[in-house]
């Protein structure tokens, strides 16, 4: 009986710990979406893969996606739980906004933001290279058939 007690005791103990780490967690991602939409104002979509786990026969693989996309109308960080199978069909099940995810969902994937924003970084420089190269293209084009008003 009193290590029961003592467990009790134990999670009286811990739980307004896990309280704040939750609600610091809560208040860094909002940071983090307010940054990215509205000084940002970002409207690319990335993500990552996260806390991946292999079922026992290796054929399945699952986890969760963490990603920066449009949630009802507005970019948001979302959580996603995922499966994919070795052929590489994937499912993407249960997709929520961060700020919405359980708690446990939500601590799994807190320690993948740093890693999400440079993926957001690099889809964005590949996105500004590729536009800018098919951006000349166009131009080049437009150029060779006499029509005016394309400056650089």
């Known amino acids: 009986m009193g290590d029961l007690r003592e467990e009790i005791a134990r999670l009286r103990s811990l739980t307004p710990e896990l309280n704040a780490v939750t609600e ?5 991602v909002q940071a983090v979406e307010r940054f990215l939409t509205e000084e940002c104002q970002l409207g690319i979509a990335a993500s990552i893969d996260t806390n991946v786990t292999y079922s026992e026969d290796e054929d399945y693989r ?7 996309s449009r949630w009802d109308g507005q970019f948001r960080i979302l959580v996603s ?3 994919a199978h070795i052929n590489g069909e994937r499912e993407i099940t249960n997709q929520t906004p961060w700020a919405n995810a359980t708690r446990d969902r939500k601590l799994a994937t807190i320690n993948a933001i740093p890693d999400l924003l440079r993926a957001i970084s690099r889809r964005i420089e590949i996105t500004i290279t590729e536009a800018s190269k098919q951006a000349d293209v166009v131009e080049t084009y437009l150029k ?6 394309v400056d650089q």
Request: no cysteine.
């Open 24 to 28: 610091r967690a809560a208040k860094v």
């Open 62 to 68: 699952g986890g969760h996606v963490l990603e920066y």
């Open 81 to 83: 739980d995922f499966l």
């Open 144 to 149: 060779d058939i006499g029509i005016k008003g």
